[in-house]
């Protein structure tokens, strides 16, 4: 049977493209299949964007807000159904995706006050006429989202962009169809009109095809550095397209000076190892003091890791952690923490795929302490490396010692020690005695260096959806009392 997995102009379609899967890591059983969006079918969708963008953005905005709104209403009544679609897919715990549907219904609400907050009208008066900011949407927006927030990542960008007055062609995870599938149907329920959301669906090749068309006029991209630089190379020389990267992270978080070990090493766990660590904000480094109490918060982390539950997204009792994202991300994961004890690191907890066809592996933490030639890299799953270290400056110093720079958090009683950690980190998002993880959507979401390009998300997310028209107005003209000179009337 035929899967109509492409929306184009407000009809399912199937594919004219290659045939892909989409696999549950957690069981290895293939649970959807279909065809990737060709050339001519991204064309199509883009056209039909183009199409739909007068109308949409000529409605009012509590027009645009209502779909949303019911969108948003659609979702809850849907929520068991897409977060277990969700933990399928991604063999994330139910639990976790639950939450992940709950983010993206508080999405709407959040970029209502956003859109006003950020990107409303300001009127001044001026002697003889009135001023005002105004905003515009820029009109045909590609949305890019990553496997492992595949409902929340990119409503984040979807939600603001309609709220303003775009319309979209959405590019999926090709690892996360379903989901995609799912959620524009419930788009699709709440009335959205024809062409405003289209949804095309691949692999690369259809993610090269839409980012090149001519007639897209901007594109809201989160995934990794590496696709994130490409797309950066793609668009430049085009200042006229409007570009937003949410990009990955090589995270560290540090420890000092602590009384509640238990509490600071939840902060860890929850830090390094939710979602598997497959978590853009997720800490990779920790910095523990080389002290009799860092010594005791690494033997009390090492104890907890082990003793994590990792299970299928199913079971009772749930698992803090559900199987990775495939298991040839787990498989690498092992790999990548092998390549570290191979370099001199030491294993304090080893990381196992015990079946190498599923996307389970259990949590892993090395010390890289003194381990020469490491690479600045995003391992992007359970994989914790510990940095001993003496002096704080040093630490902080080895923690900017990155060409990401997404999130940073430090554990510490002393307040004065976080004000100077504060100052001195350079990241997007710099936490003190919280997870680095489980950012907020009322506040803006984004790193500097590889990973974004200065275009936060989340409460941001306004800014990119919309340019600012500065206007001064008077509805009659008089002649100046006063001339310029060389000017006779
Ligand atoms: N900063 C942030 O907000 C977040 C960043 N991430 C990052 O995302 C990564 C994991 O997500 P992935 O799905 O693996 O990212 P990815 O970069 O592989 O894919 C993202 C999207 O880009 C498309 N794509 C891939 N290559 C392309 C090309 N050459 N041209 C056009 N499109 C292309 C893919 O098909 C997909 O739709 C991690 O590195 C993580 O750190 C994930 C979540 C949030
Ligand atoms: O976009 C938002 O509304 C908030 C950002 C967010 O939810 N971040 C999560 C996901 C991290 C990731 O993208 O991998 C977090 O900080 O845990």
Not at 214 to 217: E, G
């Given at each position: 049977m035929t899967n109509s997995i492409q929306f184009i102009n407000g009809a399912w379609e199937a594919g004219e493209g290659q045939k892909f899967d989409s696999v549950d890591p957690a069981r290895n059983e293939v649970i959807w299949s279909g065809e990737s969006a060709s050339a001519n079918q991204v064309e199509k969708a883009v056209m039909a964007a183009r199409e739909a963008f007068p109308e949409w953005a000529d409605k009012s905005v509590d027009e645009r807000l209502a779909i949303c709104k019911k969108f948003s209403e659609l979702l809850e009544e849907n929520k068991e159904h897409l977060a277990r679609t969700m933990a399928k897919e991604t063999g994330k715990p139910v639990w976790e995706t639950r939450t992940e549907v709950g983010a993206m219904i508080g999405k709407v609400a959040i970029s209502e006050k956003a859109y006003h907050e950020r990107t409303g009208t300001v009127e001044n008066e001026m002697p003889g006429a009135k001023a005002f900011i105004r905003h515009k949407p820029h009109g045909v927006v590609a949305v890019y989202g990553p496997y492992n927030f595949p409902g929340h990542l990119p409503n984040g960008h979807i939600v603001p962009a309609l709220i303003a007055g775009n319309t979209i062609v959405f590019k999926p995870s090709e690892l996360t169809p379903m989901v995609a599938q799912e959620t524009v149907k419930l788009w699709e329920k709440a009335g959205i009109p024809a062409g405003v959301i289209n949804l095309v669906q691949g692999e690369v090749e259809t993610g090269k095809a839409l980012s090149a068309h001519?007639?897209?006029?901007g594109l809201y991209f989160t995934g990794s550095s590496n696709t994130g630089h490409l797309l950066h190379k793609q668009f430049g020389g085009r200042p006229d397209k409007i570009l937003a990267l949410e990009m990955g992270g090589n995270n560290p978080l540090l420890v000092k000076n602590v009384s509640d070990i238990d509490a600071a090493v939840h902060n860890i766990v929850q830090s390094a190892f939710i979602t598997s660590g497959q978590r853009c904000t997720c800490a990779r480094r920790l910095f523990i003091e080389d002290s009799e109490q860092g010594r005791a918060v690494l033997e009390r982390l090492v104890e907890v890791t082990e003793n994590i539950l990792v299970d299928d997204y199913e079971a009772d009792p749930q698992p803090f952690m559900g199987a990775m994202i495939s298991a040839k991300a787990a498989g690498e994961m092992v790999d990548a923490q092998n390549e570290l004890l191979h370099k001199g690191a030491k294993s304090l907890v080893r990381m196992k795929?015990?079946?190498?066809?599923?996307?389970f592996v259990t949590p892993g933490i090395v010390d890289v302490t003194g381990v020469e030639g490491l690479e600045d890299e995003e391992h992007f799953g359970p994989l914790l490396k510990v940095y001993r270290y003496k002096e704080l400056d040093g630490a902080i110093k080895e923690a900017n010692n990155t060409r990401y720079g997404l999130s940073a958090g430090i554990l510490c009683d002393d307040e004065q020690t976080y004000r100077y950690f504060f100052k001195h980190i350079r990241a997007g998002i710099v936490n003190w005695n919280k997870p680095i993880t489980g950012a907020s959507s009322a506040a803006p979401f984004g790193g500097i260096g590889a990973s974004g390009n200065h275009r936060a998300s989340a409460y941001y997310a306004a800014d990119y959806c919309a340019y600012p028209v500065a206007s001064v107005e008077a509805d009659s003209m008089t002649l100046p009392e006063s001339l310029a000179p060389g000017l006779k009337f």
């Open positions: 001519p007639q897209i006029d795929q015990e079946d190498p066809k599923k996307g």
